[in-house]
């Protein structure tokens, strides 16, 4: 099964130049090779901070387009990683070796499949 990682930090804590967050940092070209070599590996991608992003919306059919997110947080959607895993279980396991769960933190988020009933709200 698919899952998405969805990568979160405060840019604050992550770019500062502390030892802490360049020693992070140094470790993410290893973490994909590792990934890869498990087989674990789907995808992944990096993105840059909110302050390039724009947010649309489409309400009665009118479109609208603001600078930047909605969010009223510090920490920011940095990235994901699309891993095949097991279960819930071995995805969380995958997901605790990524170097930015030690200063932001990675939801683990399992892909929709079509095949099973939509969910009940």
Request: hydrophobic share 40%; with cysteine.
């Amino acid at each position: 099964m698919r899952y998405a990682c969805l990568i979160y930090f405060d840019p604050k804590k992550v770019f500062n130049d502390s030892p802490e967050s360049n020693a992070v940092l140094a470790q993410l070209g290893a973490l994909e090779g590792e990934l890869k070599a498990s087989g674990h590996f789907v995808s992944g991608l990096p993105l840059t901070l909110p302050n390039e992003a724009m947010t649309v919306l489409v309400r009665d059919g009118k479109v609208s387009a603001t600078d930047g997110p909605f969010m009223e947080t510090k920490e920011v959607l940095g990235g994901f990683t699309v891993i095949e895993a097991r279960d819930l279980n071995e995805a969380v396991q995958v997901a605790a070796r990524h170097p930015y769960a030690q200063l932001g933190y990675i939801e683990v988020r399992p892909a929709v499949d079509y095949t099973k009933p939509r969910p009940k709200l």
